[in-house]
Antibody, heavy 121, light 113 residues
Framework: QVQLVESGGGVVQPGRSLRLSCAAS????????MHWVRQAPGKGLEWVAV????????YYAASVTGRFTISRDSSENTLYLQMNSLRPEDTAVYYC??????????????WGQGTLVTVSS | DIVMTQSPDSLAASLGERATINCKSS????????????LVWYQQKPGQPPKVLIY???TRESGVPDRFSGSGSGTDFTLTISSLQAEDVAVYYC?????????FGPGTKVDIK
């Protein structure tokens, strides 16, 4: 069965960096687009970024453009989110989610349990 | 950016009653090349990640009970729960995947009266 397991969250000071990972299993990772979606405590969902199946296309929300980088390693079946210059407003649970196809323009059909990132001094 | 709105913010209905959630996009999410609406509905229960219910605005995900249905086209969409069950207590979100950024609606909280 499809499994997505995020890791790498924690408490970090403003301005610092953090890298999230998402280990994927139960499907052919290299044939699906992958997304990051976040949810601030008690708030709604915010789409963050998507990467196409071959890694050739990457798109970001304006709020993270220039600070966050999405990447994937299909040899390791792992999705990454490198987060630089973190701000308190980046505090959220970060979910890794699978796109329903290889194209970036597909909905998320499987989600991980999420990893909490807290940006605070 | 496409702005997604939902109404109501919350609703409470009795067990077995019909519950209806509306979602509106600031521009059409109907893609002419495939004649499909790039609109998905998710259900999120407390402490859990979202779960996909309906995609392409009206296609039910495998395993989702048939009391959940989606309708609409262009800019106006509806999620209907035909007979509300206790396990349907959750927040429901619509999201468009027509254009970047893939924006979500603010969510509708559904409770039992």
């Amino acid at each position: 069965q499809v499994q997505l397991v995020e890791s790498g969250g924690g408490v970090v000071q403003p301005g610092r960096s953090l890298r999230l990972s998402c280990a994927a299993s139960g499907f052919t990772f290299r044939t699906y687009a992958m997304h990051w979606v976040r949810q601030a405590p008690g708030k709604g969902l915010e789409w963050v970024a998507v990467i196409s199946d071959d890694g050739g296309n990457k798109y970001y929300a304006a709020s993270v453009t220039g600070r966050f980088t999405i990447s994937r390693d299909s040899s390791e079946n792992t999705l990454y989110l490198q987060m630089n210059s973190l701000r308190p407003e980046d505090t959220a649970v970060y979910y890794c989610a699978r796109g329903s196809s290889g194209t970036s323009y597909s909905p998320c059909d499987y989600w991980g349990q999420g990893t909490l990132v807290t940006v605070s001094s | 950016d496409i702005v997604m709105t939902q109404s109501p913010d919350s609703l409470a209905a009795s067990l077995g009653e019909r519950a209806t959630i509306n979602c509106k996009s600031s521009q059409s999410v109907l893609y002419s090349s495939n004649n499909k609406n790039h609109l998905v509905w998710y259900q999120q229960k407390p402490g859990q990640p979202p779960k996909v219910l309906i995609y392409w605005a009206s296609t039910r995900e495998s395993g989702v009970p048939d009391r959940f249905s989606g309708s609409g086209s262009g800019t106006d969409f509806t999620l209907t729960i035909s007979s509300l069950q206790a396990e349907d207590v959750a927040v429901y979100y619509c999201q468009q995947y027509y254009s970047i950024p893939f924006t979500f609606g603010p969510g509708t909280k559904v409770d039992i009266k």
